[in-house]
Nanobody, 127 residues
């Protein structure tokens, strides 16, 4: 089992940057593939980015590709989301998620595939 705590959200102007962190507790962090999702008011939670347990591969939604970067530090049990060139439409609560997997090089991008979720961190981008 793993517990996830996000941090790093806040208010930023359009064009600015933020880096979100997701700290995990529990054993075997390197056995979990990780993802970031977001949920804007009145909308469903949507996929943002994913990374394999080995960090060998990443995957992004079209809406953030080229602007966001997901990474992880297995020694620190932390996954990051670097967000650049932020837009007002990026405003949402951002959640990290984890899925236990034996597949070293597989990433996951649907909500139902993930077993564990953090509490979320608010990101607000002003125009």
């Amino acid at each position: 089992q793993v517990q996830l705590v996000e941090s790093g959200g806040g208010l930023v102007q359009a064009g600015g940057s933020l880096r979100l962190s997701c700290a995990a507790s529990g054993r075997s962090f390197s056995s979990y593939a990780m993802g970031w999702f977001r949920q804007a008011p009145g909308k469903e939670r949507e996929f943002v980015a994913a990374i394999t347990r080995s960090a060998s591969s990443t995957y992004y939604s079209d809406s953030v590709k080229g602007r966001f970067t997901i990474s992880r530090d297995n020694a620190e049990k932390t996954v990051y989301l670097q967000m650049n060139s932020l837009k007002p439409e990026d405003t949402a609560v951002y959640y990290c998620a984890a899925v236990y997997t034996a597949k070293t090089n597989k990433h996951y991008y649907t909500l139902s595939e993930y077993d564990y979720w953090g509490q979320g961190t608010q990101v607000t981008v002003s125009s």
